[in-house]
């Protein structure tokens, strides 16, 4: 065996790859990572930097190089093969949709490659792209092994009631579902929150995962019990560039506007959240540093809206114990959560200043009803380590 494990997380636009050191005790250690950016653009660019954030590159790829996602994976592979010795001894990837069975990642082989595929229709944006870095590899490097973690996993632990919609009987057993998203970065925190954090790990905890995507889970003793997202990675609390809750209402009103399914989605998607309120952009700092009324609009419905989210997980849990704030935005935007909190200050949440300037990780005042949190989140290496394992236990 090799000594690395290759973690990709394949999207429409880029593909971020990670590679991972394997230690004599199974430890992993983070050697570099990168991305190809800019994937079906005129100027797709490829960047690298090793652990301690030195260039390794950063140039442009001829446009033709990085067509589509499988031009851009092949870029990954020949320049990773340029800096490793040998190959790595298994890839990791990130996929969005494990369906409603999957609640663990699994080795690809012929039939699973079949039954992810066949789960494209319900994230036609995203799981498309993660599969075609699957079968890149498999062509490729047919002896890798490699491995499929899914961000709904971790969801699986939820009710019955928890995966419902109001709606009739047949949409459920036809997979309309709450399959939740962000699974990896919360199966992290409950992680670390074990490791970290143990007086707060086994209680009733909601994590707020804040980056471009933006939803919070509610987890008990480190299971998640439910989750703002559902169906599709559109639900719940506002985004970047999607709106989050929405009245299906103003769906069918677009449609009736003569608005086709591609337009919806792209709105949907890519022009919505932060970015369509502020008229400015889906960058929380640029929004921070701006004077503009669409800005201040934008920050003041986002914290609201997360607030609200967050209260509503506790009817999950019959009540919250801790509050972890995550990912971009929640690891690193104090006035953010100091907003956010300010919306919950009715549940007894209060915020320390200093604490929630250093970014905590304990940030919530002494008399806070509930304790909250900041834990910065890796869902790459939650990636890695369920790969090594796969591959170990084989
Ligand atoms: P992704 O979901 O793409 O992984 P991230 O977790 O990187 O996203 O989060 C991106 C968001 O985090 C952006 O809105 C960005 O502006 C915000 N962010 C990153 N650093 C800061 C910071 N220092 N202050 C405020 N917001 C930040």
Aim: with cysteine; hydrophobic share 40%; aromatic share 6%.
């Amino acid at each position: 065996m090799t000594d690395t494990i290759l973690v990709i997380n394949a999207g429409s636009s880029s593909i971020k790859f990670y590679l991972y050191d394997i230690g004599t005790g199974g430890d992993l250690a983070a050697r570099m990572g990168g991305q190809v950016e800019g994937i079906g653009t005129l100027r797709p660019r490829l960047r690298a930097r090793d652990a301690q954030g030195n260039i390794m590159a950063e140039r442009d790829i001829a446009p033709g190089h990085a067509a589509d996602v499988p031009n851009a994976q092949d870029v990954v592979g020949t320049w990773l093969s340029g800096h490793l010795n040998g190959m790595p001894a298994a890839v990791g990837h990130r996929v969005v949709h494990g369906g409603p069975d999957l609640d663990a990642p699994v080795l690809v082989d012929d039939q699973t490659l079949e039954q992810l595929a066949a789960l494209s229709p319900l994230a036609p944006l995203h799981q498309p792209n993660n599969l075609a870095a699957i079968r890149v590899i498999r062509e490729r490097r047919p002896a890798i092994p490699q491995v499929a973690c899914f961000d709904t996993a971790f969801h699986r632990s939820h009710g019955p009631l928890a995966d419902r919609y109001a709606l009739p009987e047949r949409l459920y057993q036809q997979g309309v579902r709450r399959y939740g998203f962000h699974g990896l970065s919360y199966e992290y925190i409950a992680q670390r929150l074990r490791r970290a954090l143990p007086e707060i790990a086994g209680g009733k905890v909601v994590a707020a995962h804040l980056g471009n995507g933006v939803s919070a889970c509610a987890m008990v003793d480190g299971k998640s019990v439910d989750s703002t997202m559902g169906f599709s990675a559109l639900e719940g609390l506002p985004m970047g560039t999607r709106p989050g809750r929405l009245d299906a209402g103003i769906v069918l009103w677009m449609m009736q506007q003569g608005m086709a399914h591609d337009d919806i989605a792209h709105l949907l998607y890519h022009d919505c959240g932060l970015k369509g309120l502020s008229g400015l952009g889906n960058d929380m700092r640029e929004l921070q540093a701006s004077d503009t009324p669409g800005a201040r609009l934008a920050l003041d419905y986002f914290a609201w809206r997360v607030a609200e989210g967050i209260a509503g997980l506790g009817c999950a849990m019959n009540g919250m114990d801790a509050l972890v704030f995550t990912a971009g935005i929640g690891e690193n935007a104090p006035a953010m959560r100091q907003a956010i909190a300010d919306r919950l200050a009715w549940l007894g949440v209060r915020l320390d200043n200093e604490r929630n300037a250093r970014h905590g990780p304990r940030i919530s005042a002494d008399d806070s009803q509930i304790g909250v949190y900041v834990v910065r989140t890796n869902e790459e290496l939650v990636i890695a380590q369920h790969t090594l394992n796969l591959v170990r236990a084989r």
